[in-house]
Structures are given as C-alpha cells and as structure tokens.
C-alpha cells in the first residue's frame, strides 16, 4: 500500500478477485437494504406528523406506528450485521483515495451504529414516559427505565439527535452513490440494485 492519497493499482488477478467481491452483496442484503431504506425513510415521515412526545403524551396511532417501525427496523438491522460478519463484503474501489474510502467505512459504521442503538435509546424515552411500546398490537415490550429516568429522558433527548444526523448521512450516502454512478462509473451503485447492470 503506497503512502499518500491514493492506492497503488492492484496487480491484475488480485484486482479481478477484488472487483467480484465488490459485487457480490447476495439477494437477502439487497432486499434487507431498500427494505430497511423504505422503512426509515417512512419513519421519519411518522416522526414528524406524530405529536411530540413529553410528560403528558397519551399512546395513540401514530405514536405506536412510530414505536413499531423502530422495533422492525431494529430487527432487520440486526439479521443484516449478523450477515454481514458471516459473508464479510468490500466496501469500496483500492484505486480511490485515502479519504474517501475512509468517508465510505465512516459512514457505513455510523448507519449501522444509529440504527441499531437509536431504538434502544427510544425504547428508554417511552419507558422513561410511560408509554408502552406496543408492536404491531401484537406484544408490548417491557419497560426497561423507571418513570422519569434522568437517563431515559436524555437518551430520548440523543435519540433525536441520532436522527438528525441519519438524515445527513442519508443525504451523504445518495449523494456518494451518484457520484460514483453519474462520474466515475464504477458500478459502485449497481451492485446494490435489484438487477446489477453489467
């Protein structure tokens, strides 16, 4: 690996074995990540129509489709991680600079990070707000903070934070997959498509 901003090219067997493990994301990870994709693109839509949530906040539709979505997404993140450490994938192109391979990993981190701890975090709002987090009407899960936990209360104060700054690596993340779509052509975005393009 040569020092500096940029990677020296990969000898050429090494480069094609490289470039099919960029391409090899299987059926379940691409249907896992529109479908965690359309999920929380939904959730924020619930999130900004649902009232806000403060001491004397009654469960009702919205609320509980919000905590729902949450749960849902939770699970769908945690199959994805475990695929993920089983059938480990390169993330990006060796030829491309230092900095934006690491702005790639970052970001690929931080989406698994907020996504798996922010609904734990929401979780501890609703219990800190006693508002049961009833999924789908199907189960309610327990509370896991006393009534007006200090704790709780600010991690549903960091949970919204978490998702502020979701909705910027969302923004990040498009904004990076057309680049590498629209001006290196790379096929960077077709391995994630339903149908990768030759």
């Known amino acids: ?6 990677f020296r090219p ?3 067997g090494q480069h094609a074995t490289q470039q099919a493990r960029l391409q090899a994301y299987r059926p379940i990870v691409k249907l896992l990540h529109w479908l965690i994709a359309f999920l929380v693109l ?3 839509v619930v999130a900004l129509l649902m009232p ?7 469960p009702e539709p919205l609320i509980n489709l919000h905590f729902s979505l949450g749960v849902l997404i939770l699970v769908l993140m945690a199959i994805r991680a475990l695929l993920r450490v089983l059938n480990p994938v390169l ?8 900095w934006e391979r690491w702005v790639a990993i970052a970001t690929h981190r931080a989406f698994y990070f907020i996504l798996l701890v922010g609904p734990f975090l929401g979780w501890a709002s609703a219990s800190a707000h006693k508002l049961p987090v009833n999924v789908f009407g ?5 509370n896991i903070a006393a009534p007006k936990a200090a704790w709780a209360l600010a991690a549903g104060d960091i949970h919204s934070l978490f998702m502020w700054i979701l909705l910027a690596l969302i923004g990040l993340h498009i904004a990076g997959a057309l680049y590498h779509c629209l001006f290196l052509h790379d096929h960077i975005l077709q391995r994630m498509l339903p149908v990768r393009g030759k």
């Open 1 to 6: 690996m040569a020092s500096g901003s940029t």
């Open 10 to 12: 990969a000898k050429t």
């Open 42 to 44: 939904g959730q924020f």
């Open 52 to 58: 806000k949530i403060g001491r004397a906040t009654v």
């Open 91 to 98: 993330l990006d192109m060796p030829e491309r600079p230092v």
């Open 138 to 142: 199907l189960f309610v899960l327990p």
